[in-house]
């Protein structure tokens, strides 16, 4: 095997291990090997292929040595902030009403705080951990609409091939609301990381998301319209979802590109 391959071949058998993955697992206990095939596919990389993990350097490009902490509250208030708002706007357009969670809301809470970490960190660890550096090549913005088609086409097989994702809903609708939201959350989770040099405020950004949709749609508001609400407009990457991310990851891409300018 290679010990040391160009960042260039490296992103590419990369992309084309886990997309390989990604077509050949969707339907496998539920779609959990697809969920962790990014993790899976890095060590895979660093191990066995280019054997940059046996050195601490090869590591070190993940962004796991340092948390990041300044990119949490910008984390949070980009995902779980815009989820709630989403919530709100729903509401207030008179296409739900909150209603009061059930008894059983804090045993979904709490396995949503243990499995969404790992889940989040899963994915993560590949597309801002392993790759994003990769593909620094290309220039930032261009390195992160790369990872944003990339993560499509990873969810694509989970999402045309079984019923247990994005099933509802007219199709052509749901599929580009659902890569729109993708490639912003591509900017915005590439932002964090690019601006705290950290893979931390990603993960939880992308916990945050995950956690937050879920239980606010399952217990903080009740609806007649189910597809409108969690498909179309306030569930994983509904429109009002999209809309929030754009302008949060718009929000980090001006700042970031003035302090770059500032510092020059």
Same mark, same amino acid.
């Given at each position: ?17 886990? @997309? ?13 090997? #697809? ?26 490009? $993940?962004? #796991? ?14 995902? $779980? ?43 993560? @660890? ?22 944003? $088609?990339?993560?499509?086409?990873? /969810? @694509? ?8 994702? /994005? ?38 950004? /992308?916990?945050? /998301? ?31 979802? $999209? ?22």
């Amino acid at each position: 095997m290679y010990r040391q391959l160009p960042d260039r071949v490296a992103a590419a058998a990369y992309v084309v291990l886990v @997309l390989s993955i990604s077509l050949g697992t969707a339907g496998i206990a539920g779609g959990l090997l #697809l969920a962790v095939s990014p993790a899976l596919v890095t060590l895979l990389m660093l191990v066995v292929v280019s054997r940059e993990g046996w050195t601490r350097d090869g590591w070190a490009r $993940l962004g #796991l040595g340092r948390l990041g902490l300044r990119g949490w509250p910008g984390a949070l208030a980009a995902t $779980l902030g815009v989820n709630v708002l989403a919530v709100a706007a729903v509401v207030a357009a008179g296409c739900a009403r909150y209603s009061a969670p059930d008894g059983g809301w804090w045993q979904d809470l709490l396995a949503l705080c243990v499995s969404g970490p790992i889940l989040a960190f899963a994915e993560e @660890l590949g597309w801002r951990g392993y790759l994003q550096p990769r593909l620094s090549f290309l220039g930032e913005r261009a390195a992160m609409l790369v990872i944003g $088609l990339v993560w499509f086409a990873w /969810h @694509l097989p989970y999402i045309l091939l079984t019923p247990y994702y /994005h099933a509802d809903g007219n199709r052509a609708v749901v599929l580009a609301l659902f890569g729109g939201s993708v490639i912003a959350f591509s900017f915005l989770f590439g932002y964090l990381r690019a601006v705290s040099r950290s893979l931390w405020p990603a993960v939880l950004g /992308h916990f945050a /998301h995950n956690a937050s949709f879920a239980w606010l749609a399952a217990y903080a508001i009740s609806t007649d319209r189910p597809v409108v609400v969690n498909e179309y407009l306030a569930g994983d990457t509904g429109l009002f979802v $999209l809309v929030g991310t754009v302008a949060c990851a718009t929000a980090m891409g001006v700042r970031r590109r003035a302090a770059t300018s500032a510092r020059r």
